[in-house]
């Protein structure tokens, strides 16, 4: 779809959500006044208010909403403004109690959270479509209004209902699908263990078996989930186009793959008018400012480069994790700041004002507990003026060095039962190569394996196991013209059906890889490879017999000693590396290393943990400068640089003191 801006918001998104329900209207008066000392210019409000808009079936009250948004509108403050349809109200079970999702085995869930949705039922799309339609027809016009926010993070708590009524919509999406039954007894290979159909009635969700479920079955249904969500988005998203022209809508992904699993986000991206994104640090993870980059550089990547809104994270510790980690000082402004560097055009949170009760009474806020005397509050203050400072910077583009390879489809696959290591993960691989040329001062974009590669000297493929043929073919293509691709271990191996491909492995690769693979010999816990060259690995190695690669390093023991370990192949004019063991981070890095030879990749002589991103707009170029070292740093510039938070002036170089950012304007070229 179209990329479409919040309507009215001529600057940086900041703010949050704003659940002012909570509160009585005199604390509102109090809200927006300090929403405007912190230079707060839009909030997202509504997201759980259903119960409050429609009290009883069909009976409606809008006063409370229509004042907050006149109040809103009145201190220059946009509205995200959202449909309440992650928390049905009580009556709606009430009279539809099939409406709770089932679980695989088959208990149905109760009322008393949140998100607790069977997305295939009848009703509760009806009853989703008529109070988006109530909203939309309300608040079309109305002068804050600048951004439909559909929904609130699909996929939070659950996404797969297993009831009557879904596995009714999923027969009917797989025949959508595949037409015939023999056709879809073929793609499941329903000959393994007896398992063929003879009608549509006789196939269910993959439910509770003794033993292994079908694999193809499974990763249909994991696609039939998302596919269902996103229906729902649609259909909502659909009314609001209608009634609202103009506005843009949206809803908020989670495309940290440590938060969102189950949703196929190549798929959603182009349904949404604007990507926004959700991210929460794992707190207590090293060095999570790299998972922040990574989620960063992935829901840009989503946005086809285009800039995109960071809707929530948080001011300090959140309150959901086993151990809930208080940010340290200034960590806030990197966090949010991470994130305008790679691609969002604002900052938003959740929350605006702590809440005194449910289950998110700990989770921090831009105004927290302990009010306006507290470090939290002056910290979210200067960045209000910092994002301000920063206004020269919206709509311009990130600038990435480097592609790496990411389907979602295939990560679901890897994931079922019976491989052959339940050690070798794609996430883990994923992480792994990200934190590697994060190390390099590299900026990736994520790209889909059908995905035009043409502009990027190198495409790193961490785990690929399904693969489509189509995919292969684009691949071969990259590298023929001049590429140069790293694909790591046990990628290539089945299609889309979870069939292995024709032939030795790596079906799909085995041809631009210049490689065959005799057989896995994955290792046990604990065990360890040493490689030519002092590299290691663990988890994985392969017996490899080359078919025009070159061995670049060899393992030295384990159960391939003496065979090759990191290969390479000349074909056409690029090259393709294969790596087919888990290498350390040492490795890793030694990979892209003797990589650069191939590919000219950007040496960045600067420090270790200091994050440099370029975004490039008409005006000018700007350089983020994020350190989260403990150690002042010195980047290079321009002779004519100017320091956009601070207004100063620099020639050749600008020190970035420890734990605080920098962002560099320069002239174009």
């Known amino acids: 779809m179209a990329w479409q801006w919040p309507v009215g918001l001529d600057a940086l998104a900041y703010g949050g959500d704003y659940n002012p329900e909570q509160w009585p209207q005199p604390v509102w008066q109090e809200d927006v006044r300090l929403m405007r000392e912190a230079g707060v210019t839009m909030v997202s409000v509504g997201i759980f208010s259903w119960a409050l808009l429609e009290p009883e079936p069909g009976q ?20 995200d403004l959202a449909t309440p349809t992650a928390v049905p109200p009580a009556w709606f079970y ?17 009322f008393g959270g949140r998100g607790a949705i069977c997305h295939s039922s009848p009703a509760y799309q009806q009853a989703a479509v008529s109070i988006a339609g109530q909203l939309g027809r309300r608040y079309a016009a109305h002068p804050a209004q600048a951004l439909w926010h559909v929904h609130n993070e699909y996929s939070v708590p ?3 209902c297993y009831c009557d009524t879904s596995a009714a919509a999923f027969r009917q ?12 007894n073929e793609a499941w290979g329903t000959t393994f263990w007896g398992q063929t159909y003879g009608s549509w009635d006789q196939v269910s969700p ?5 033993t292994v479920c079908n694999p193809a079955q499974q990763l249909d249904w994991a696609r039939f989930t998302s596919d269902e969500l996103l229906a729902n988005f649609k259909r909502e998203r659909d009314v609001l186009h209608a009634l609202s022209p103009g506005i843009p809508v949206t809803t908020n992904f989670q495309a940290a793959l440590s938060q969102c699993e189950t949703l196929d986000y190549w798929a ?5 008018d604007l990507v926004t994104n959700d991210h929460y640090l794992v707190a207590e993870a090293d060095r999570n400012h790299i998972n922040l980059a990574m989620a960063a550089d992935i829901t840009r990547s989503l946005a086809a480069g285009r800039p995109w809104l960071l809707l929530e994270h948080s001011t300090s510790a959140v309150n959901w994790q086993p151990r809930n980690i208080a940010k340290r000082p200034g960590e806030m402004a990197r966090n949010s700041l991470g994130h305008v560097a790679r691609g969002s055009d604002g900052a938003m949170f959740f929350q605006w004002r702590a809440s005194r009760s449910g289950a998110e009474k700990f989770h921090s806020a831009m105004l ?3 009010g306006t005397d507290s470090r939290i509050w002056r910290e979210v203050v200067r960045l209000g003026r910092d994002l301000e400072a920063l206004a020269p910077i919206r709509g311009s583009r990130v600038i990435a060095d480097v592609a790496m390879l990411w389907d979602w489809q295939s990560w679901w696959a890897q994931r079922l039962e019976w491989r052959p290591s339940v050690d070798l ?10 934190a590697a040329a994060y190390d390099r001062h590299l900026t990736v974009d994520f790209a889909h394996p059908k995905a035009d590669l043409s502009g990027y000297p190198l495409v790193v493929v961490p785990a690929l196991y399904a693969m489509t043929d189509t995919a292969a073919t684009n691949l071969r293509r990259y590298v023929e013209d001049g590429g140069v691709l790293v694909v790591s271990c046990f990628s290539g191996i089945v299609d889309e059906h979870d069939t292995v491909h024709p032939g030795p492995h790596p079906g799909a690769l085995r041809d631009v890889l210049g490689l065959v693979v005799e057989e896995f010999t994955p290792l046990r816990a604990g065990e360890q490879v040493r490689l030519s060259g002092n590299i290691v690995g663990d988890v994985w190695s392969e017996v490899i017999a080359l078919h025009g690669a070159e061995a670049v390093w060899c393992y030295v023991d384990g159960p391939a000693a003496g065979g090759p370990a990191v290969t390479r192949h000349a074909i056409g004019d690029g090259t393709a590396w294969h790596v087919s063991t888990r290498l350390t981070a040492d490795g890793l890095a030694a990979v892209l290393r003797a990589v650069a030879a191939d590919a000219p990749l950007p040496a960045r002589d600067l420090p270790p943990d200091v994050e440099v991103v370029e975004r490039r707009g008409t005006e000018g170029r700007y350089l983020f400068a994020i350190n989260h070292s403990g150690e002042d740093a010195v980047l290079p510039v321009g002779e004519r640089a100017v320091e956009l938070i601070t207004g100063k002036r620099y020639a050749g170089h600008v020190r970035v003191p420890a734990g605080e950012v920098r962002v560099v304007a320069e002239p174009l070229l």
């Not at 109040?71 to 946009?78: V, Y």
């Not at 959603?268 to 949404?272: F, K, M, P, T, Y």
């Not at 993960?425 to 990200?434: L, N, V």
């Open 173 to 184: 999406w797989l025949a959508d699908r595949y037409t015939t039954i023999k056709e879809l």
């Open 158 to 160: 659950i996404s797969a």
């Open 425 to 434: 993960d794609a996430r883990e691989r994923a992480d792994a190569w990200y």
């Open 206 to 210: 993959p439910r509770l078996t003794p």
């Open 368 to 370: 927290p507990h302990a």
């Open 268 to 272: 959603w991206a182009g349904e949404v």
């Open 94 to 110: 009430e009279r539809h109690p099939d409406a709770l999702p089932v679980t695989r085995e088959g208990v149905r869930y109760s």
């Open 60 to 79: 409606y009250d809008f006063g409370w909403l229509d004042d907050l948004l006149d109040l809103l509108h009145d201190n220059g403050i946009r509205a």
